[in-house]
């Protein structure tokens, strides 16, 4: 088997309020493999949301390690954490998080040109991603004029743009009904399969976690398998 494209091992974080401490991980082994999308499960403050702000070496605080990409982060200075995070993975939130004054093509270009890609490749591939996306008609349109929908289809593109490894995706149709999450999600995780990216999806909807290639679940602060996906 390839190297995972994620591994945490014995990964933990407390946050102290007061006189008060609460460990929200407590030892969390986890290995994602490349191209793998993995559901994960828990009620809302098991800690998803901590779990995936550590393996986005966004924040500080944690103890255990992270291995992204063939590389341990805890070893890197805070340059090396935003090059690897760069290089190696791409971000979905609940909440779009996109630039206001900006179109949808000139957000999914954006990270190209940070990361160095010259903006005629870049702007063809935000073009090829969002019209994958069904958004070929909404190119030229600033957020506000996209519904929540078209708005976490931008965000899904710019987080497939460099063509990351890894994308971890927090809740990433939370703010959005029933039936547009579902075909939100779906379009997610197809053009995430097709990208041959491997995925981290935090989700406290099991039918949506279903959909995905495993499912684990957050529970007193570890991590259980909840098992492949029946077939
Ligand atoms: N910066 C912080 N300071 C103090 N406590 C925090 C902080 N961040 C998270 N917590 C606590 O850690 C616990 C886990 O929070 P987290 O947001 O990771 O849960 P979650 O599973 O993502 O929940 P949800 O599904 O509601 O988003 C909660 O009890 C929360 O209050």
Known sequence: MSEPVLETREL???FTQGDVTISVLRGVDLAVQPGEIVALLGPSGSGKS????AVGLLEGGFEGSIRING???EALDTDGRT???????????????LLPDFTAIENVTLPQLIRGTDPEPAKERAIALLTALGL???????????????QQRVAVARA???????????EPT???????????LAEFLSLVREEGSAALVATHNERL???????IRLHEGRLEALGPKPD
Do not use: C, W
């Open 50 to 53: 901590t779990l995936l702000q």
């Open 209 to 215: 976690a279903l959909k995905m290639d495993r499912v």
């Open 83 to 97: 090059d690897l995070r760069r290089e190696a993975l791409g971000f979905v939130y609940q909440f779009h998080h």
């Open 12 to 14: 933990r974080r407390s």
């Open 174 to 184: 939370g703010n959005l009904d029933e039936h547009t999450a579902n075909v939100v």
């Open 136 to 150: 070929g008609h909404r190119l030229s349109h600033r957020p506000a004029k996209l519904s929540g929908g078209e």
């Open 71 to 73: 590389k341990q982060a």
């Open 160 to 170: 497939l743009a460099n063509r990351p490894p890894l994308i971890l995706a927090d």
